[in-house]
C-alpha cells in the first residue's frame, strides 16, 4: 500500500507541477533578457566601463534603439548612450563611456528603453551592478598607446601605472 500512495502523491505532484508551468508567464511581450552584466577594467588602457549584454527573446525589428541610462559613480548626471539595435545580430553589447569614481561593492542602477524607430517604447528593463574591484586598482595613464601597443613613455620608471603626483579625479559628488 505504501507504494501506491507514492504513485498517487507523484502523479499528483507532476500534474500541478505541468500544471504550474502552463500558467506561468513566458514573457511573450518581452523582446530582450539580461544574459550578462560586469564592470570592465582596461588595465592597459586605464579605463573602466559597464558592459551588459542583451539576449534577443523574438526576432528584432528594424531601426531599434537601445537607450541606455548608466547611473555616473563620479555623481551628477546619468551617462546616456543610445545604440542601434542590428536585428541579425546573436546578442546585443551596450557598453558605456568610461568611468571614473567606481567603488567596489557598491549597487549602481542601469535602465535600458528599446525603442523602435520612431521612439516608441516596446521594453524597459532595470537592473543594478556592483564592482568586484574598486578603480583605484587602475593606472593612473594607458600602459600602451598608438595601434601597435607602444608602452607609455608617460610612464617611464613607472612600471605598474601609479605616477605619484598625477592629478586623480574628484570623486567627492561621488553616489
Avoid at 567606481?102 to 535600458?112: A, C, E, G, Q
Amino acid at each position: 500500500m505504501p507504494s501506491k500512495f507514492r504513485s498517487i502523491a507523484l502523479s499528483a505532484a507532476l500534474i500541478a507541477a505541468t500544471a504550474l508551468g502552463a500558467c506561468r508567464d513566458t514573457g511573450k511581450e518581452q523582446l530582450f533578457a539580461i544574459s550578462g552584466k560586469l564592470f570592465e577594467f582596461n588595465y592597459r588602457l586605464g579605463i573602466a566601463t559597464y558592459v551588459i549584454t542583451l539576449r534577443p527573446l523574438r526576432p528584432m525589428g528594424e531601426g531599434q534603439v537601445a537607450v541606455v541610462n548608466f547611473q555616473n559613480p563620479a555623481g551628477g548626471d546619468p551617462l546616456v548612450v543610445n545604440q542601434k539595435i542590428w536585428p541579425k545580430l546573436p546578442h546585443i553589447t551596450l557598453t558605456s563611456p568610461p568611468l571614473t569614481c567606481v567603488v567596489k561593492d557598491k549597487p549602481y542602477s542601469v535602465t535600458i528603453r528599446i525603442e523602435d524607430s520612431s521612439g516608441t517604447l516596446l521594453q524597459s528593463l532595470e537592473t543594478t551592478m556592483a564592482s568586484t574591484e574598486d578603480q583605484t586598482m587602475l593606472p593612473d595613464r594607458p600602459l600602451v598607446i598608438g595601434p601597435k601597443y607602444e608602452l607609455n613613455p608617460d610612464l617611464a620608471g613607472h612600471p605598474d601605472g601609479k605616477l605619484p603626483d598625477a592629478p586623480k579625479p574628484d570623486c567627492s559628488k561621488a553616489v
